[in-house]
């Protein structure tokens, strides 16, 4: 599907899912390179940007958890020159299409600051991706929220699998963010060639937004790694106490169940055996023995 923009000079072409002949329209009108318009008909699995003559090629994938409509991981394909911008993905990306809805209200009220080539839109447009990763991180967090307060509530067994898909998400969340840090400074270094010295300080702005996000992605694994190690206590403990119960229950049945066979032992000169209410007596045995151990056992502070 192919869709078309235009505002203040600027065109904007996103295409979604683009065809072979929608593709070979957009690199006529263009002047694209057939090696670029043959990566924009398939997905690629490696970020990376590419300085033509007339225009930017850039490869970005921004990692959609909560957003994704097929995939966790959606790729974006970027070609910037002076005065158009194509950006082609193979999913639906609620950031741009929301992008889209305001860049129609504010090209019918000409209130657009996209400034006076198409790296302005680049710029604004790539913001609004990483907005959308910093929500992305909120239902991360919100997530860790949740099983830290569960974990003090005798959970711990169930906060093992949400402690596993947090840690699932935070990973994605990193390995699809990383590359964008060289990506980044590969544009900032050489993009004044590109788009002039006035436009590198937006360039390093979007540096600085990628480094917040991946410090707080950092800050994530820090958190998500110390509510895995507490859980992991609590289970520890957990086992360790029901393994304590478990041998003082060993240790108080066998002494008594051997004083029971040794009181029911048939012979000549059992005490206790064929008098009146021999059984209850033998209970009675029982119950003081077991008394006395449970009295000793808290004595020893084993209980």
């Given at each position: 599907?192919?869709?078309?923009?235009?505002?203040?000079?600027?065109?904007w072409v996103d295409l979604e899912n683009p065809t072979t002949d929608e593709v070979r329209r957009v690199m006529d009108e263009y002047g694209l390179n057939h090696f670029v318009a043959e990566e924009l008909l398939l997905p690629t699995q490696k970020p990376r940007v590419e300085f033509h003559d007339k225009y930017l090629y850039v490869i970005l994938h921004f990692p959609a958890?909560?957003?994704?409509?097929?995939?966790?991981?959606?790729?974006?394909?970027?070609v910037v020159g002076e005065k158009f911008l194509i950006t082609t993905h193979?999913?639906?990306?609620?950031?741009?299409?929301?992008?889209?809805?305001?860049?129609?209200?504010?090209?019918?009220?000409?209130?657009s600051?996209?400034?006076?080539?198409?790296?302005?839109?680049?710029?604004?447009?790539?913001?609004?991706?990483?907005?959308?990763?910093?929500?992305?991180?909120?239902?991360?967090?919100?997530?860790?929220?949740?099983?830290?307060?569960?974990l003090f509530g005798g959970l711990e067994v169930r906060m093992v699998r949400a402690i596993s898909q947090c840690a699932r998400d935070v990973l994605n969340l990193r390995q699809t963010i990383e590359p964008h840090r060289d990506i980044l400074k590969t544009l900032a270094d050489d993009g004044a060639k590109f788009f002039g010295e006035e436009f590198v300080q937006y360039l390093r702005a979007l540096e600085n937004d990628y480094y917040r996000l991946h410090n707080h992605i950092m800050r994530l694994t820090d958190t998500l790694h110390e509510i895995r190690e507490t859980n992991n206590s609590l289970l520890s403990t957990k086992e360790g106490e029901t393994m304590r119960r478990l041998t003082i229950m060993a240790f108080l049945t066998f002494p008594l169940s051997l004083l029971v066979?040794?009181?029911?032992?048939?012979?000549?000169?059992?005490?206790?055996?064929?008098?009146p209410f021999d059984f209850w007596i033998i209970i009675c045995i029982v119950l003081a023995a077991g008394t006395g151990m449970l009295m000793y056992f808290k004595y020893k502070k084993w209980l």
């Open positions: 599907m192919l869709s078309r923009y235009e505002h203040g000079g600027v065109t958890l909560r957003h994704a409509h097929k995939t966790e991981e959606q790729e974006v394909d970027f193979y999913d639906t990306i609620d950031p741009l299409h929301k992008f889209s809805k305001v860049f129609e209200v504010n090209s019918v009220l000409d209130k600051p996209m400034g006076e080539h198409a790296g302005y839109l680049f710029f604004y447009m790539l913001r609004r991706l990483y907005k959308a990763v910093e929500h992305e991180l909120d239902f991360v967090r919100t997530d860790l929220v949740h099983i830290e307060h569960n066979s040794i009181l029911n032992v048939h012979s000549e000169h059992n005490p206790i055996l064929g008098r």
